[in-house]
């Protein structure tokens, strides 16, 4: 957990959930359905590029395929070796304090 | 069709975003985000929801933004809080810069907004710089700007610097269609164009198709009915289509009975193009129909006004001169032809030609005013930096960096900028509404008015700058080791004290000057506005109501058209409260046509005549009308087909067509088809408009005479509009119940939309004087309070000495007197030195007018007085022990 922050945890999981290289509104969509919170804009452009910066994120500019987005690009979002690591490590953490509370959280 | 997120707040966004690729893809994540808002929850909500996602973002980005421009990336929020609880605890400052901020940031936003599409954006059409008008030589009214249509048809075959030619009946707007058959009659307004004209501008139809060659020319009926020349089309405006068919597609292909014969619909314009704001403002235009380029419409005279597009490369110079030969070589093979000529213009800048001056002069004025909104933002966050300063000292001393403190004081300043530009946008948009759903402005391209992105950015950044600038002051101003003098409470800090006085009432000396500009320029065109309604438009408008009979009968000769008006007439005329009525085919201040023709016995050169507006009426309009006889008589009922041929002049044509002028006009005779008597004479009639000399009129009798399209039913009563429009239109529908009636206008409405344009430019200069007067008091009234706060030890002092609380009170509103005097000379030498380029704006007032800047002095100087008066109190009543204990 030393590395990244709990909503970068959140941004790199959605990303791994996505079925083919998301880009920020799945991200988004994912986080407001799924882990039950309210995503700013905002908030979710600054993360990627934090953890672009990090390393931990890149991604590949795409130009704009439907009518939709107004002839924009857009961003396809990987996750990186590195943000895999991240990933792992976190999960590794939380795992051992986990470990062993069930009594504690269940009752 | 795709909806498109609100403009405005995609340009807000790529300002704040910056346009690389990265920040395109969150405007396309945005923008589908939006397209799926649509389907879910309809455009408006879409476009809330759009407007609230890019502010919030681009509130945390430029937030961010700046604090990584200091490159430090915490203590932001902690920041962000201190800011805040700043804005919490001196919340009176907040809410003044926030509303001056929105004041000016509106204004110019507004002003901006409005004139962009005449002066700045390009037509809505393709190339629009390649478009060209070509005009006939300049004279009077439309004729003398339009051409006959063997011009057109002679100038497309030989120019080669133009790749196309088009054209429009001018005079069509005076005919008018009825429809019936498709739900409740209707009186439509339609524009005739040559079958080419959509294709010349590039413009193509929404739906459907242009008009083909061969419906271009058609040409009206036999009198059995049938069609002569090509079948008849017609082309719906998008806004008529939308408002009449509720934007129905099936009609494009259906047939339409418009004057009792069928047009098949063949297509719909685009939205984006609007005839009647682009080409004849204030007038509502229902259909296109075709305009054949023929010997008959070239019998008619100057009609058509010509549009051409030019070869790519050919300048309006080029075409210029080959329409010129081309004008000389056909006068050579046709001697006898006349009415050539050819005056090529870009099309634009014609079009806005005759607004510019006015829109330059509020374009101007709005910045003025958002200058002043920044002097005054400058000068009350000056008034404010000594308390600043201490508690930046104190901050210091607890540790807090420079770079920390000017960031606060940043974000104070970007908070404050952004939320005046909030309340400046909603300011801009209401204006802009106003103006664009004011119907009957006699100013092209309204309808297009939008709130304008770049200017509202432009303006906020203005603002921002302002706010930046001077708000950061107090945090540079706290040096190092500098700390305990700033915290000894002494008023020495630099904007304090009498240097710091000084620099403030510089800025408020700046402020009076600037705002008795505005004033000036608000008042001399107030008294412009007065003198045009003072003008005497030569009728009594008051109580005059207007109808415009456009039958669709065909009559069986003169008798059963007359025998029809005189029934219609003699039903009118029968109704309780009506005084008088009276028929005419060319009211004041509408229909725009000339006529030319001889008086009998004078010397002319070849190609030379009289030219003048003519009226065709019954014996009665003149009296209607109270049009004074100045001499002679006014027609009878006996000054019909039997009668001898007469005449009626107005004044100015007596004088200048008759040798001999007014005394000698009467019994002379004027070459019309035949020779014509000039039996009386009238006064003028300010025909096209209040503000210029009068023209040539003549009067004819309407059964001698009977060239007219359609007639306006004028009524005097003293009824109210209303209820006299009720009884007339059953009088009416009792003659003929196929007759539209709904839409009458009172003459005062033909003469104030006459004016139209002048009372825009006056209210929004009115409305920027009295801001500026507002600004101009409020920043008196600050600098002075200030300035009795912080010298309240010296009042003190004075007090102990001696001083009378009066003695102090004079002082202190003799010394902003002093100030506003400084300001009212600096303003007015700049008003006199600008006011010449006024020059063509006014009417009937000097630019140097006396009682504009005397009542500008008076105005300022009690202004200033008032403002003065409230602290100079406050000061007067300082109790001298306290005073001197509190300060020590």
Redo the contacts between chains.
């Keep these: 957990m030393a590395k990244i922050g709990e909503f970068e945890l959140l941004v790199l999981l959605a990303l791994l959930r996505q079925a083919e290289e998301p880009?920020?509104?799945r991200v988004r969509e994912d986080l407001e359905a799924n882990a039950d919170r309210r995503v700013?804009?905002?908030?979710l452009?600054?993360t990627l590029d934090r953890l672009c910066e990090k390393g931990m994120v890149e991604w590949e500019?795409e130009p704009?395929s439907?009518?939709?987005?107004?002839g924009?690009?857009?961003?396809r979002l990987r996750i990186t070796d590195e943000g895999l690591q991240a990933v792992r490590e976190s999960h590794a953490v939380l795992m051992r304090f986990f470990d062993g509370l069930d009594p504690v959280l269940e009752s | 069709m795709r909806a498109a997120p609100p403009r405005v707040a995609e340009r807000l966004l790529t300002l704040v975003l910056g346009s690389s690729e990265e920040a395109r893809t969150i405007l396309g994540d945005l923008a589908e985000d939006h397209a799926r808002a649509v389907r879910e929850r309809g455009k408006l909500a879409a476009a809330g929801w759009y407007w609230k996602e890019a502010l919030s973002l681009a509130v945390s980005t430029s937030a961010v933004g700046l604090a990584r421009g200091f490159r430090v990336g915490r203590g932001v929020a902690q920041d962000s809080r201190y800011a805040v609880r700043a804005i919490r605890r001196d919340p009176a400052f907040f809410v003044f810069a926030t509303l001056i901020i929105g004041l000016g940031v509106g204004a110019s936003t507004a002003v901006f907004s409005v004139v962009s599409p005449l002066l700045l954006l390009p037509l809505p059409m393709e190339e629009p710089d390649r478009l060209v008008l070509v005009e006939n030589e300049a004279g009077q009214g439309l004729s003398g700007v339009t051409s006959r249509t063997s011009n057109l048809r002679d100038f497309r075959e030989r120019a080669r610097t133009f790749e196309a030619m088009a054209g429009f009946n001018a005079f069509s707007g005076q005919g008018s269609y009825n429809m019936v058959g498709t739900g409740s009659p209707e009186r439509l307004s339609g524009f005739e164009v040559t079958h080419d004209f959509l294709d010349v501008l590039g413009v193509a139809p929404a739906l459907g198709r242009d008009f083909t060659f061969e419906e271009g020319d058609f040409l009206g009926y036999h009198a059995d009915g049938e069609a002569r020349g090509g079948p008849n089309a017609v082309m719906l405006t998008h806004g008529f289509w939308v408002r009449r068919f509720g934007a129905d597609p099936a009609v494009v292909g259906s047939s339409l009975r418009l004057n009792d014969h069928p047009h098949e619909v063949v297509g719909v314009l685009p939205p984006s193009f609007d005839f009647s704001s682009v080409f004849a403002p204030a007038q509502p235009v229902d259909i296109l129909l075709p305009w054949p380029i023929t010997d008959e419409t070239d019998g008619w005279g100057n009609t058509t006004t010509i549009v051409g597009r030019l070869r790519a490369g050919a300048g309006v110079g080029a075409a210029q001169a080959e329409l010129e030969s081309i004008v000389r070589a056909l006068q050579e093979e046709q001697p006898d032809r006349w009415g050539l000529g050819a005056r090529v213009s870009p099309l634009q800048a014609r079009i806005a030609q005759p607004y510019r001056p006015g829109m330059l002069l509020l374009v101007a004025a709005a910045g003025l005013l958002m200058l002043i909104v920044c002097v005054n933002l400058s000068n009350m966050l000056l008034a404010r930096s000594p308390r600043r300063s201490r508690e930046m000292a104190i901050r210091r001393t607890m540790g807090a960096t420079r770079g920390r403190l000017v960031r606060q004081l940043l974000l104070e300043s970007t908070l404050v900028a952004l939320s005046g530009s909030i309340i400046g946008l909603a300011v801009a948009w209401a204006a802009v509404r106003h103006v664009a759903g004011t119907s009957g402005l006699d100013v092209p391209l309204l309808g297009a008015v939008d709130v304008d992105g770049l200017a509202l950015a432009f303006s906020v950044f203005v603002a921002l700058l302002t706010g930046l600038a001077v708000g950061a002051a107090p945090a540079l101003k706290v040096g190092d080791g500098d700390e305990a003098e700033a915290l000894s409470g002494s008023s020495r800090g630099s904007t304090a004290g009498p240097a710091g006085r000084r620099v403030r009432e510089l800025l408020v000396v700046t402020e009076v000057a600037m705002a008795c500009v505005l004033l000036v320029l608000g008042g001399l065109v107030l008294r412009s506005f007065q003198s045009v309604m003072q003008v005497d438009p030569g009728f009594q408008a008051e109580g005059l109501v207007a109808w415009e009979l456009g039958t669709s009968r065909d009559f069986d000769g003169l008798p059963a058209l007359m025998a029809y008006y005189d029934d219609i007439i003699a039903s009118v005329e029968a109704v309780p409260g009506v005084s008088s009525v009276g028929l005419v085919d060319a009211l004041p201040m509408g229909r725009n046509r000339t006529w030319g023709s001889r008086v009998v016995g004078k010397e002319y050169a070849d190609d030379q005549g009289e030219s003048f507006f003519p009226h065709i009426v019954d014996h009665r309009y003149l009296s209607t009308m109270e049009i004074l006889l100045v001499k002679g008589r006014l027609f009878t009922a006996d000054d019909n087909s039997e009668g001898a041929p007469v005449a009626i002049v107005n004044e100015t044509a007596a004088r200048t067509m008759f040798p001999g002028g007014v005394d000698a006009a009467i019994g002379q005779k004027i070459d019309m088809r035949s020779e014509v008597e000039i039996v009386g004479i009238v006064a003028d009639v300010k025909h096209r408009a209040l503000e210029l000399v009068p023209d040539n009129e003549v009067y004819f009798p309407m059964s001698q005479v009977p060239d007219f399209g359609t007639l306006d039913l004028v009524v005097r009563s003293d009824l109210p509009p209303s209820v006299l429009a009720a009884s007339v239109g059953t009088a009416v529908a009792a003659v003929d119940p196929e007759l539209p009636t709904e839409d009458y206008r009172t003459m005062t409405s033909v003469v104030e939309r006459a004016v139209s344009s002048r009372r825009l430019t006056l209210q929004l200069l009115v409305a920027f004087a009295g801001s500026a007067l507002l600004l101009a008091a409020l920043g008196i009234y600050a600098v002075l309070s200030y300035s009795v706060t912080e010298r309240t030890k010296e009042i003190g002092i004075r007090k102990a000495l001696g001083e009378s609380a009066g003695e102090i009170r004079r002082g202190l509103v003799m010394r902003t007197i002093g100030l506003a005097v400084a300001g009212i000379v600096l303003g007015g030498l700049t008003a006199l030195a600008g006011g010449r380029t006024l020059e063509s704006l006014l009417f009937g007032v000097e630019p140097t007018d006396p009682v504009t800047f005397g009542a500008m002095v008076a105005i300022v100087l009690g202004v200033a007085f008032l403002a003065a008066l409230v602290p100079a109190i406050r000061a007067s009543r300082t109790d001298s022990a306290t005073a001197l204990r509190s300060a020590g």
């Design positions: 880009y920020a509104n700013t804009r905002g908030a452009y600054r500019l704009s439907t009518p939709e987005r107004g924009h690009p857009m961003r």
